[in-house]
């Protein structure tokens, strides 16, 4: 990890918005010959960008000096603005922060060879158009892998499928954070309740309303709010457990109650089978006892 490098920024220490970073990282693109290709791969290229999301920005280096532009990137990025940190991620994103408005600003730089430009065609993108994706473009490969993205629907390729898939994970958690519960409140608990199960009730609400357009590039609480039913919002709003004692089971029992309805009514819209017998059980295990906080 590296903080505050050396770096002088171009234009001195002013913090930096989201539209003059893109300005900055896209004319030094231009400029370097070293890279040959800069994509937008993030909210704006989408048209959901506002003044708090980060910029994201996928450069395509030639292959003979990749290896070096790579090694001393941080001095790259350092040319953009004042760094306040840098690392590279668990998925090999090159990560930074830097001082900006209205607070400071994540941009996260994504680096490859020049022969992996039809890669990006497996990227899970839907872009307004191909002007709003592709920044920079000199061998004009990257538009030709662009322009089937346009627009694309990122839903799962076979629903019925996922749905089967992701309500089978359900039953299989709920079974799981309920043997916990019985060993008492723990935040191995909580965990599961407000981690992973959360998590895939709202896969299971999103399947069941078929708001699915966005789901292999988000997760799933992304726009949930306006995603789901306002009743749906208001049962999932009650799965969240507090801090008084009982609150654990009573969170449990609020998600496998809801878990079930919705297991259900997917079920039906899919055309699938569902551990109808299991969600029957647990909705009667978890009635709440007082020690499990």
Same mark, same amino acid.
């Given at each position: 990890m590296t903080t505050n490098p050396n770096a002088s920024p171009p234009s001195g220490n002013v913090p930096l918005d989201r539209q003059e970073m893109l300005r900055r990282i896209t004319a030094?693109?231009?400029?370097? +010959?070293?890279?040959? *290709? #800069?994509? %937008?791969? *993030?909210? $704006? $290229?989408?048209g959901r960008d506002d003044q708090w999301s980060d910029v994201d920005v996928e450069v395509f280096v030639r292959d003979e000096v990749f290896v070096a532009f790579e090694r001393d990137w941080v001095s790259w990025a350092g040319g953009f603005g004042r760094l306040l940190l840098s690392f590279i991620g668990e998925i090999d994103n090159h990560w930074t922060v830097y001082d900006g408005v209205p607070g400071p600003l994540r941009v996260d730089f994504s680096l490859h060879r020049v022969r992996e430009i039809p890669d990006t065609a497996k990227w899970p993108n839907a872009p307004l158009s191909v002007e709003r994706m592709v #920044?920079? %473009?000199?061998? *004009?490969e990257l538009a030709k892998v662009i322009a089937p993205m346009v627009g694309q629907? #990122? $839903? +799962? +390729? %076979?629903?019925p499928h996922h749905f089967t898939l992701r309500c089978a994970a359900f039953w299989y958690y709920a079974v799981r954070? =309920?043997?916990k519960l019985q060993r008492g +409140?723990? =935040?191995g608990v909580r965990y599961d309740l407000t981690y992973i199960m959360h998590g895939i009730l709202m896969d299971l609400l999103r399947l069941e309303a078929g708001a699915l357009r966005r789901w292999r590039a988000t997760d799933a609480a992304a726009d949930i709010e306006r995603d789901i039913s306002p009743a749906r919002l208001v049962r999932l709003d009650a799965c969240i457990p507090g801090r008084e004692p009982g609150e654990l089971g009573r969170a449990l029992r609020a998600i496998v109650v809801l878990g079930r309805e919705v297991s259900a009514s997917a079920a039906a819209r899919y055309d699938r089978p569902w551990p109808e017998e299991l969600a029957d059980r647990m909705v009667t295990l978890s009635v709440p006892s007082p020690t499990h906080g």
């Open positions: 030094a693109a231009v400029a370097d +010959p070293r890279i040959v *290709g #800069l994509r %937008d791969y *993030g909210s $704006s $290229s989408e #920044l920079v %473009d000199k061998s *004009g629907d #990122l $839903s +799962p +390729p %076979d629903l954070t =309920w043997c +409140p723990t =935040w």
